[in-house]
C-alpha cells in the first residue's frame, strides 16, 4: 500500500459511501465506485475551480517584491 495514497476511514467518509464497515479494502473498493459513478461532476467542478483560479491569478502577473 502507497502511505501517500491512503484515504481517511473515518465515520463521515463511510456515511458518505454508505458503508458500514471496518475493512478498509472493502472502502476503497467502494471509493473507486463512487469516483467512477461521479467521474463527470468531480471533472466538472475542479474545471471550475481552474477557471476561477485562472480570473484570480491574472492580477499578480510579473515579479512580486516584498
Known sequence: MNPW???PLDSRAKESLDY???KYSVFIQKAEQD???R?????DTLQSISDMLGVIESGFTGKIVN
Open 20 to 22: 458500514r464497515g471496518n
Open 39 to 43: 467521474e463527470k461532476e468531480i471533472r
Open 35 to 37: 469516483k467512477k459513478k
Open 5 to 7: 495514497k491512503v484515504l
